[in-house]
């Protein structure tokens, strides 16, 4: 949600070729966030597999995409574009402050988690 309204430059894709999760710059045309995931049982239970195996491949190569699942996820989405796309309402970060909001991301700080 973040992404929302921004140019797809700015989007924080996978960029590493060493991923599965890679994202090349002629790719995308949205931003998927990783906290909120979802779909009928038969195609959401597929894609967990899909991306649990683009993981398990990167990690057997010491390999880790940059935001985790959800550069996978985004992988995911571009392979096989979702039949609907919520709105950023669905997702969006506490930070915001926003009425309307459907689920709210809570704030981290990533440093950290990362240490």
């Not at 924080?12 to 009928?40: D, K, M």
């Not at 190569?61 to 935001?67: D, F, S």
């Amino acid at each position: 949600p973040g992404f929302n309204g921004h140019p797809r430059s700015s989007y924080t894709y996978e960029s590493n070729p060493e991923s599965r999760a890679l994202v090349r710059p002629e790719e995308g045309v949205y931003y998927f966030c990783g906290g909120f995931q979802g779909g009928s049982s038969k195609s959401y239970l597929r894609a967990c597999e899909t991306m649990a195996s683009r993981i398990a491949d990167d990690e057997s190569r010491g390999v880790v995409a940059c935001w985790h699942d959800e550069s996978h996820w985004n992988r995911y989405c571009i392979d096989n574009p979702p039949d609907k796309i919520l709105s950023p309402m669905y997702c969006s970060p506490q930070s915001w402050g926003v009425d309307g909001r459907k689920i709210v991301a809570l704030d981290k700080n990533h440093a950290e988690i990362r240490s």
